[in-house]
T-cell receptor
Framework: DGGITQSPKYLFRKEGQNVTLSCEQN?????MYWYRQDPGQGLRLIYY???????QKGDIAEGYSVSREKKESFPLTVTSAQKNPTAFYLC??????????????FGEGSWLTVV | QKEVEQNSGPLSVPEGAIASLNCTYS??????FFWYRQYSGKSPELIMS????GDKEDGRFTAQLNKASQYVSLLIRDSQPSDSATYLC???????????FGTGTSLTVIP
């Protein structure tokens, strides 16, 4: 099935530890995104990438890092510098062509909890 | 000023009624408009997209766009308890690949 796969679905992080969230898509989309959602809040953009080997910071990039070595993959690392990482993380992708028809789709999300 | 604004609600309607959700956006060059439904603890799923002024209907859902007023709305007819969720409005500009989301409106349909 075509779609966006995020793993793991649930992840626990100890203080001072880096963790990586995986995101893979087989939709042949050029653009990929990472959003953070806190309980009862909207979506906040962490990073986005329009093409392979290129990415841009979103509104809340501090404490996070990404890579885009392959078109299908856009992993997010939550570093120890992110002091309040407990949240729901959403990976998304779009065709990236701009204009009408450019729709964004989401993976199922990953829950990260600091223990 | 936020890119996209929605009333956070909560909005409560009785089963079978029409639910009306509203959204305004700030950038006149916005080109594409979307409504997503998000159940608690789940990821957003696309309900409808709309690109031209006027109404677009899909089953019980109707999206309405007024670019002059920078306003987009979603009507849900014959509301069902299963429609209880948070509804996110999103916009995409003509250029660039960023999507801007509202904070969502919580809808509860009362049986």
């Amino acid at each position: 099935d075509g779609g966006i796969t995020q793993s793991p679905k649930y992840l626990f992080r100890k203080e001072g530890q880096n963790v990586t969230l995986s995101c893979e898509q087989n939709l042949n989309h050029d653009a990929m995104y990472w959003y953070r959602q806190d309980p009862g809040q909207g979506l906040r953009l962490i990073y986005y990438s329009q093409i392979v080997n290129d990415f841009q910071k979103g509104d809340i990039a501090e404490g996070y890092s990404v890579s885009r070595e392959k078109k299908e993959s856009f992993p997010l690392t939550v570093t120890s510098a992110q002091k309040n990482p407990t949240a729901f993380y959403l990976c998304a992708s779009s065709t990236g062509t701009g204009g009408t028809g450019n729709t964004i789709y989401f993976g199922e999300g990953s829950w990260l909890t600091v223990v | 000023q936020k890119e996209v604004e929605q009333n956070s609600g909560p909005l409560s309607v009785p089963e079978g009624a029409i639910a009306s959700l509203n959204c305004t956006y700030s950038d006149r060059v916005s080109q594409s408009f979307f409504w997503y439904r998000q159940y608690s603890g789940k990821s957003p799923e696309l309900i409808m997209s709309i690109y031209s002024n006027g109404d677009k209907e899909d089953g019980r859902f109707t999206a309405q766009l007024n670019k002059a007023s920078q306003y987009v709305s979603l009507l849900i007819r014959d509301s069902q308890p299963s429609d209880s969720a948070t509804y996110l409005c999103a916009v995409n500009r003509l250029t660039g690949n960023q999507f801007y989301f509202g904070t969502g409106t919580s809808l509860t349909v009362i049986p």
